[in-house]
C-alpha cells in the first residue's frame, strides 16, 4: 500500500487573509463556552497565546488532556525564544477571550514519546498534563472508550470542538484568522468513517486545520447530564486529498483522531501515579465509574 501523505497540526499561527471560495465548505461554527456550558472544560493549551497553541480539554478538576507532539512543540518554540512552560486557558473572559489561565507542570525530561507517524498503528499521542492548581467548579469531560465498529453506528454522529487558528468567515467570505478563538469554542458535527490501517487512527471528515490537535470527538454521555462524552482525540490532516492552497478543508478533506479506548490504560496508569484521588471520570469505563464529579 503507498502510504499517504500526513501532517501533524499542533500550533496555529496566524497568516494574511485571503478570499477562497473553497473555505465555504468549513462547516464550523463559534458557540459559548461560558459558566455552566457543557463545553466550558474545553481551553487552549500555550506558551504564549498569541503566537501559537493547540486544544486541550478538562478529563479532571487537576489533568488537561491534549496531543504530545503539539505540547513537545510549543515548548520547544517556547525555549528558543526564552518562553518558559505551558498554560491553560479555560472558560469565557478577558483574558484574549478566556476567564482563566493557569499554570501547567511541565513534562518530565524521561517522558516517552508516545506518538509515530500519525494515523498508522502505535500513534497514541495523547498527552496528559498536571494544573498547578486544581479548578473546581467546572465540570470535566469524560473518556469513553468505544471500538470502532460501535462509533461507526452512532447517529447522527459527533461534535467536535476545538480552537482551530484558521477557519472560514461566512460575513466576510474570507478565512478568518484573527483570533477565532475570541468568538466561541468551534462546533463541527462529522461522523467516524474508518481507521486508516489496521487498528490505526480514525478517519472522519471533520474539518481539522492547525490548532485543532488535541480537540476532544464527542456525544452527550448516555444518560443524560449535560455532560459531553469523548472518544477520540485530534491529532492531524490527511493531506493528499482535500487540502486547497488556503489550507482550508474541502469535502474530501479527512482528519485523522487517536480513539480514547486505546490510551486509555496508559492515561489511567499515568492518573494513578499522579493523584489516585482524581482519576478522571470514564477511564474505568462509565458504568464502572467510582468517583461523582468533583466540585
Known sequence: MVRALLIALGIAIGTSAAANVLGEQDGRVPVPHGAGSATEGIGIVSNDIETGWATGFLVSPCHVLTVQHAARDMLARGAANGVSGLFFYVGEGAQHGFARRIALTKLRPDEPRHYSHVGVKGNDDAQLLRLRHCLDGVAPLRLEPMKLAAARRVRPGFVLYGFPGLVWDPETHTRLVEAPYRRGVWRESCAVRTDYEDDGDWLTR??????????????????????????????????????????????????????????????????????PGDLPRGLNGLAQDPSPPRR
Open 206 to 275: 471533520c474539518s481539522v486545520t492547525a490548532g485543532n490537535s488535541g480537540s476532544p470527538l464527542t456525544r452527550p454521555c448516555p444518560g443524560g447530564g449535560g455532560v459531553l462524552c469523548v472518544v477520540g482525540i485530534a491529532v492531524g490532516t490527511r493531506t493528499d486529498l482535500g487540502m486547497n492552497p488556503e489550507k482550508l478543508p474541502t469535502p474530501e478533506t479527512e482528519s485523522f483522531f487517536v480513539p480514547v479506548f486505546r490510551v486509555q490504560a496508559r492515561l489511567r496508569r499515568e492518573m494513578v501515579e499522579d493523584r
